[in-house]
């Protein structure tokens, strides 16, 4: 029954950080064994795990993106944040946010629908 929804900026700049929110409702994300996942697709191309939060905190990066990404945690406000920096039209895609009992995709059991972000040259 838990539910995440993205939320944040559709159009952003070159240059400029990328900022979304997941806001979960009806689980905590400080429940034990859980971690919580962005994920993003790219126009035509298949998902790309960006990294995740787990329930104590502990943050995990693609090593691909590690120096651009930031994943953080508002836990009186049942929410995690992704900071993407930098950005440039090869960060446009869908973004997601996810839940599962681990980052890998195959064992996610919550989505949120996604969000599109454009990135303007």
């Known amino acids: 029954q838990v539910q995440l929804q993205e939320s944040g900026p559709r159009l952003v700049k070159s240059s400029q950080t990328l900022s979304l929110t997941c806001t979960v409702s009806g689980g905590s994300i400080t429940t034990n064994a859980y971690y919580w996942n962005w994920i993003r697709q790219p126009p035509g191309k298949g998902m790309e795990w960006l990294g995740a939060i787990g329930y104590s905190g502990s943050t995990y990066y693609n090593p691909s993106l590690k120096s651009r990404t930031s994943i953080s945690r508002d836990t009186s406000k049942n929410h995690f944040t992704l900071q993407l920096s930098s950005v440039t039209p090869e960060d446009t895609a869908l973004y997601y946010c996810?839940?599962?009992?681990?980052?890998?995709?195959?064992?996610?059991?919550?989505w949120g629908q996604g969000t599109p972000v454009s990135v303007s040259s």
């Open positions: 996810a839940r599962g009992r681990s980052t890998l995709i195959d064992e996610y059991d919550s």
